[in-house]
C-alpha cells in the first residue's frame, strides 16, 4: 500500500512540475518572439493585435491595398498550434472549390485566443505567416475552444497547403 502511494505521489509532482514549466515556457516564448520581432523588425508566424496607432509594424493585407499597423507582441505563436487541417467548403454554394485551414491550439493558446478574442470583440485581429500579414478578421464572438480558421476566399488550396507546411 505504501509502494503505491509513494508512486502516486511521484506522479503527481511530475505532473505538476510538467504544467509549471509549460506556462513559463509559453511566457518566454511569447516574450523572446516579441523580443526578435523588434529586433529584426519582422514578425514571426503567429497572431497579433491590430493597434490604431503608428506604434505597430505597418504591414499590408495580402491581395489587397489595405493596410494596418500590428502590435510586434504575439498573441500566440506557430509554437502553440497543436493541429492543422486543410479543410473543403462551398459555404452552400456561394463559393466554389473554396479552401481553409484549421489551426486548433494547445492550452496555453487556447487561453490566450480566448482573452485576445474576448479584448478585440468587434475589431480586428492579424495572422501573420512568415512576417506577411495573411488575415485581418473581425471579431465578431469570444472564442473559448482554442481553435482558429484562416478563410479567407482569396487562396487556392496549393496556397493554403503552403501555409500549413509554413506553419509546422
Avoid: H
Avoid at 12 to 30: E, F
Avoid at 61 to 72: A, M, W
Avoid at 112 to 125: G, H, R, V
Amino acid at each position: 500500500m505504501t509502494k503505491y502511494v509513494y508512486i502516486a505521489v511521484i506522479l503527481l509532482s511530475l505532473t505538476q512540475c510538467t504544467g509549471q514549466t509549460n506556462k513559463v515556457d509559453n511566457k518566454k516564448n511569447i516574450e523572446d518572439t516579441y523580443k526578435k520581432n523588434i529586433s529584426d523588425s519582422t514578425l514571426a508566424t503567429g497572431w497579433y493585435y491590430i493597434c490604431d496607432t503608428a506604434n505597430g509594424f505597418k504591414r499590408e493585407l495580402d491581395k489587397t491595398v489595405e493596410s494596418y499597423f500590428i502590435d510586434p507582441r504575439p498573441i500566440v505563436t506557430k509554437q502553440n498550434f497543436i493541429k492543422l487541417e486543410i479543410f473543403d467548403t462551398d459555404f452552400k454554394g456561394q463559393y466554389k472549390d473554396y479552401t481553409g485551414l484549421k489551426m486548433m491550439l494547445d492550452e496555453d493558446g487556447t487561453k490566450e485566443w480566448s482573452n485576445a478574442t474576448e479584448k478585440a470583440m468587434y475589431k480586428k485581429l492579424a495572422l501573420i505567416i512568415d512576417n506577411k500579414l495573411i488575415n485581418a478578421p473581425e471579431v465578431n464572438a469570444q472564442i473559448t475552444s482554442g481553435k482558429t480558421l484562416l478563410n479567407r476566399t482569396e487562396y487556392s488550396k496549393q496556397e493554403i497547403e503552403a501555409f500549413k507546411k509554413k506553419i509546422e
